[in-house]
């Protein structure tokens, strides 16, 4: 099968500080690829460049056979708009609160071209269910939604675009772990049934373990380690890698 | 017809936490499987069964020593192939039954079962088969008994005719009865083609089903 996504020898700093140091990675279709690492490991920087939201010091990523910084703005907006969905950490920061729940979903198919109300409402219903959000709620504002409402309402928004690739910033970081546990189950299930390619950035071990494929353990701003994702948490060789997965607790 | 085929494998952890300490567990060990034919590990505590078993599913990475895998009609080496065949070895030929059920939290019994090809009937048969009664098909199993959950473990394994399956301790929490249903599973896979290898440390399931033992021993430290 053919490389989806590629980094080639991507650098970044910020001032005396390096965030990426000749980091190369390559994933399918159809695969989650999980990056672990500290605060300050660089993987949240690694996620912003592969994602286009961060041009790279050097080095470049390519998207289906296609360079990044050949696409021009216009060209990646259009990417990361029809082709590609964005889950962020905090969904606040996604999201519209002020626009009603289904307008949120409905703002992101109409942004993909869809027109007919009729259709936009009976899709962003559909997706409300699929989050396990009662349809009932498809007028309500999110302001008055819960943490993990929220979070699913955006996990809703960026899929009923029906992207081939999803990235995700600590998708289950802020929430409680009860909470956690039904966000988990919900990804995991939707990103296999719509076979989607998932660049996932955690600092949880327990989250890559159950959701990726392969796994990349990066450490100031380099990748240590990398493999399928059991190979690496059960047999670790580095020794950064060893201490990550040595300091977890059992649960 | 030869279907895994393991030679010359040799491992050892290097533990960087604590002080760089070397463990050589396995050295220079093999084995080969034909299909329908069940091989059994034994050895000591401390021997490599479990590192051996753990290196054939490409979980632990070996030093040395090359895996042959028959996949597709063509022999794949575990420790040389990339990721991406190694997860489609997995998916289609190589089964691994571990002593403990890892799954998302909120998933039904029946679910974890099914996969994602979603067989529902074929779930319920085979958790019907291993006892687990239809009251606790649709609850998550985090809250099952320890042989419970083993028994969910082993109908995930044995829904699909796995060309190649391995088995660490499969019976290791299961009663009499429970395990005779899993000697009699482990029987109709290999009647069906299955290679099989375990590690079975009640020695009435390692005589029900191995044809032949695999004897280990620690890798002594003057060698």
Not at chain 1, 10 to 33: C, N, S, W
Not at chain 1, 179 to 184: D, E, N, P, T
Not at chain 1, 246 to 251: E, F, I, N, Q
Request: charged residues 20%; glycine residues 10%.
């Amino acid at each position: 099968m053919s490389v989806l996504l590629e980094a080639r020898a991507l650098y970044k700093t910020y001032g005396r500080v390096t965030a990426l140091d000749d980091v190369f990675l390559q994933m399918r279709r159809h695969e989650i690829l999980a990056i672990v690492g500290e605060s300050g490991s660089g993987k949240t920087t690694l996620l912003n460049v592969l994602a286009g939201r961060i041009a790279p010091d050097a080095g470049e990523v390519v998207y289906d056979g296609a360079p990044l910084a050949a696409l021009g703005e216009l060209g990646l907006r259009k990417l990361q708009r029809a082709r590609w969905g964005f889950i962020q950490q905090d969904p606040r920061a996604a999201l519209r609160l002020d626009i009603s729940a289904g307008g949120n979903i409905g703002e992101r198919l109409m942004a993909a071209g869809a027109r007919r109300y009729g259709d936009i409402r009976a899709t962003a219903r559909h997706w409300l269910e699929a989050v396990e959000i009662d349809s009932g709620r498809l007028d309500d504002f999110p302001k008055f939604f819960s943490g993990g409402m929220l979070q699913r309402l955006q996990i809703a928004a960026t899929l009923v675009t029906e992207p081939e690739l999803v990235f995700m910033d600590e998708p289950t970081g802020g929430l409680d772990v009860s909470v956690q546990a039904r966000i988990l189950d919900l990804i995991g299930s939707l990103v296999r049934q719509l076979g989607l390619a998932v660049v996932l950035v955690t600092h949880d071990i327990g989250v890559a373990r159950l959701l990726a494929d392969r796994l990349i353990v990066m450490r100031h701003g380099r990748i240590v380690e990398t493999g399928l994702t059991d190979q690496v948490l059960d047999d670790p060789h580095h020794e950064y890698t060893q201490l990550l997965v040595s300091s977890v607790l059992p649960a | 017809m030869i279907m895994l085929d393991a030679s010359d494998l040799t491992k050892t952890f290097t533990l960087h936490l604590q002080g760089g300490v070397r463990l050589d567990v396995l050295r220079d060990n093999g084995l080969t499987v034909r299909a329908g034919e069940c091989i059994g590990l034994s050895g000591p505590s401390g021997a490599g069964k479990s590192t051996l078993l753990r290196a054939l599913y490409g979980n632990y990475k070996v030093d040395a020593g090359e895996i042959l895998v028959r996949h597709r009609h063509e022999m794949v080496d575990i420790t040389a192939a990339p990721d991406q065949t190694i997860i489609e070895v997995r998916r289609e030929t190589l089964g691994y039954v571990s002593q403990f059920l890892r799954a998302v939290p909120r998933v039904a019994a029946v679910d974890i079962v099914a996969g994602i090809a979603g067989h529902r009937a074929a779930a319920v048969a085979i958790l019907e088969r291993l006892g687990i009664p239809p009251r606790l098909h649709s609850l998550p199993p985090a809250t099952f008994s320890g042989g419970e959950q083993q028994r969910v473990n082993l109908a995930r394994a044995f829904i699909r005719d796995w060309p190649i399956l391995l088995l660490d301790e499969p019976t290791a929490s299961l009663d009499a009865g429970n395990r005779d249903i899993v000697i009699t599973l482990m029987r109709e896979a290999k009647a069906k083609g299955a290679a099989l290898v375990g590690i079975f440390h009640d020695p009435f399931v390692r005589d029900a089903v191995a044809d032949s033992v695999l004897h280990l021993s620690p890798v002594s430290a003057a060698a």
